[in-house]
């Protein structure tokens, strides 16, 4: 079997779109393991569970106060995997169309400028994951790309509890973009994959997933291990055509 593969996710319902995902890593021989505080009633046979409660209290679940999106949990709690050693994580809405790599680092380009930790793979004792846990831990959040007076002036305030709420961070902050600096300052962007190695199809050309005249051989290359399908971009037109590639992921072929 290959290499172990986590998703997380907050909820008694994965949906067709999710499942399929999870499934597909399944298909290509990957050790899956959903962490999660009770296990949806959608969840693929086969695939293993872990309590999410070992990495993260439900008190710690906070949702982007502009976006009330999960996606900032989300974010919190990959960094714990990747902390604990538990293998790979992947986004619930990544595509597996051929075995992962087995390798100490794993993360990929999502345009010129942006490392995606929709794939992400990093060693626990690595200065990358260690900065990426000491960023999201707690209820404060000091961006590590802010001036010296900026960041003093927001550690004096975070000792009287008035700090930067993270919860108040825009969405991406603590994801691509936090990662991003992350792996540019410990020197670490030789390592990422390029685009099409998990990011096909960038998030502006997700109707390409809905176009009866392709398919998933049609919108990824000979270097793409996953898509990933922006399903925040996605959900609100789900209705793909017979034929599509979404068609195509949602069958499981």
Request: proline share 7%; net charge positive.
């Amino acid at each position: 079997m290959g290499e172990t593969v986590n998703f997380v996710w907050i909820g008694d319902k994965l949906g067709p779109l999710h499942a399929a995902c999870i499934r597909s890593f399944r298909r290509h021989g990957h050790r899956t393991v959903l962490h999660a505080f009770e296990t949806p009633k959608d969840t693929p046979d086969g695939v293993e569970m872990f309590d999410a409660s070992q990495l993260l209290s439900r008190s710690e679940i906070v949702t982007y106060r502009h976006e009330k999106s999960l996606a900032l949990t989300a974010n919190i709690y990959r960094y714990r995997l990747l902390q604990a050693g538990l293998g790979i994580y992947a986004d619930c809405d990544v595509y597996c169309v051929r075995p992962f790599p087995e390798q100490d680092w794993l993360f990929g380009w999502e345009s010129n400028n942006v490392v995606n930790n929709a794939v992400l793979k990093a060693p626990a004792d690595s200065d990358l994951v260690k900065s990426l846990v000491q960023c999201t831990s707690g209820r404060h959040f000091i961006a590590p790309w802010w001036s010296p007076g900026k960041t003093a002036v927001y550690k004096r305030l975070e000792k009287v509890g008035l700090g930067r709420d993270i919860r108040r961070t825009r969405w991406g902050t603590t994801g691509p973009q936090l990662l991003t600096f992350l792996i540019k300052k410990y020197g670490l962007a030789d390592k990422a994959l390029p685009m099409d190695a998990f990011y096909p199809v960038h998030q502006a050309m997700t109707d390409l997933l809905f176009d009866a005249g392709l398919s998933v051989r049609d919108v990824t290359t000979p270097r793409t291990y996953a898509i990933h399908l922006y399903n925040n971009s996605i959900t609100p037109t789900f209705d793909p055509p017979p034929g599509s590639p979404l068609a195509e992921i949602l069958a499981g072929s």
